[in-house]
């Protein structure tokens, strides 16, 4: 059945820092905190799972993406670096370091290899947006907005979308070629709860995990509320695509410690911009 979500992990597999879900080529799930903090978790679509890499130096993981050679990066947020481990290896290097960073937390991939992090400072309630382009040199985007978190590039890598948790808004922002951002519009503003990660579809369609309230939000690219997909448990912290047709939604949920799933119409663009 469509949108009815179901357990993928047994509880408690997962530590409460559980966050970044990302599918590879071959449908594995990658998450962060499998077990302890600061290893990368590695589960199969039956829900069997190992602890697949640890991160070095103290590092503790958020955001993972793959890009479309099937090279993972990870956020690092205590050390301010993004990771990357190349196919087929476990070989991990910093791709990209900026000691200037709060923390970088979430991160979006356009097709061509640039990557967008958003970076929160909890403490004083606002965030920064950078860019890493594909040789790891880092742009910051945008100062101080509310405590970004959520990113996620559109279909067709010509809108970036980045939301606030505390402030629960969702910004649009036109990207063009040259990865330049312009014409900042609110998308949408939620009147409770807080927000984290959030993906989109291969319809344009926003994936919004809902923290506090357990569900997740299908947004249309127009800013409307198509549906609430409610979850197990409250604390929802991410979202990505994967299974063999991409309709397979995982979502990571820190309260239960595990990943839940549930099938979706329209494939994820996470899965989608690897076959196009």
């Not at 469509?2 to 071959?26: M, Q, S, W």
């Amino acid at each position: 059945m469509r949108y009815v979500c179901e357990k993928l992990t047994t509880n408690g597999v997962f530590t409460g820092g559980i966050e970044g879900p990302a599918c590879d080529h071959e449908g594995y799930v990658y998450a962060v905190n499998y077990g302890k903090q600061g290893t990368i978790g590695k589960v199969s679509p039956d829900g069997s799972g190992e602890i697949w890499l640890e991160l070095p130096n103290g590092s503790v993981g958020n955001g993972i993406r793959f890009n479309r050679a099937g090279d993972m990066f990870i956020a690092d947020y205590v050390n301010h670096n993004i990771y990357q481990v190349p196919a087929g290896s476990k070989k991990i290097s910093i791709f990209a370091h900026e000691p200037q960073m709060n923390q970088p937390n979430d991160i979006a991939i356009t097709r061509d290899g640039y990557l967008f992090a958003s970076d929160p400072n909890w403490d004083e309630g606002n965030g920064d947006l950078w860019m890493i382009d594909p040789t790891g040199k880092i742009t910051k985007m945008e100062s101080n907005m509310g405590t970004t978190n959520g990113v996620e590039v559109s279909p067709h890598d010509d809108i970036l979308y980045v939301n606030e948790s505390l402030q629960r808004k969702i910004w649009a922002y036109d990207l063009n070629a040259a990865k330049e951002i312009s014409n900042k519009r609110l998308l949408i503003e939620f009147e409770d709860y807080s927000l984290d990660g959030m993906r989109c579809d291969m319809d344009g369609n926003l994936y919004v995990t809902r923290f506090g309230k357990g569900t997740i939000a299908k947004i249309s690219p127009e800013g409307i509320v198509l549906l609430e997909i409610p979850l197990h448990g409250t604390d929802c912290t991410n979202i990505c695509f994967g299974g063999p047709d991409g309709r397979r939604a995982y979502v990571t949920v820190s309260d239960q410690g595990n990943i839940q799933s549930f099938l979706v119409n329209t494939p994820g663009r996470c899965w989608g911009i690897w076959r196009d």
